[in-house]
């Protein structure tokens, strides 16, 4: 795995694991959160503006399809983070507000909050774990 990839795999890990965590920790305030954030149109441009950023670099940074199931994830990651920047820049904001209705977010935040935690916890072990010779 390139250094590249191994520091990626840390942040990314680190940041689902710390994120996700706090989110399940704080659930309703999760909740309200998003759901302000959602229907609050500068907000929501200005995050879909940081996911853009974000995904873009990433992209740019890290586009490896090939090196096992870490490297992959880390560029998954990164597409993923671009599309979501792109989508919510450009869709209307009624239409951001039905997406988020659409996903039944304070029912299933347990399962989304799953996803992020097996993710980050996967990712920040393969980012740790010694290199093998």
């Not at 710390?18 to 999760?30: D, E, I, K, N, Y």
């Not at 072990?125 to 010779?133: E, I, L, N, Q």
Request: proline share 5%; with cysteine; aromatic share 14%.
């Amino acid at each position: 795995m390139s250094t590249r990839t191994t520091f990626l795999c840390r942040l990314i890990g680190l940041y689902a694991l710390l994120g996700t965590f706090s989110m399940v920790v704080h659930r309703q305030a999760t909740v309200d959160m998003v759901t302000a954030l959602v229907h609050n149109p500068p907000l929501l441009w200005l995050a879909a503006v940081f996911a853009l950023i974000s995904g873009i670099a990433m992209v740019l940074c890290h586009n490896v399809w090939t090196g096992g199931v870490p490297t992959v994830l880390v560029t998954l990651v990164g597409w993923i983070t671009l599309l979501k920047g792109l989508i919510f820049l450009y869709l209307p904001p009624e239409s951001a507000s039905a997406y988020f209705a659409a996903l039944h977010y304070d029912q299933y935040i347990y399962l989304y909050s799953g996803v992020g935690i097996l993710l980050g916890a996967y990712l920040t072990y393969a980012g740790f774990r010694p290199a093998a010779h």
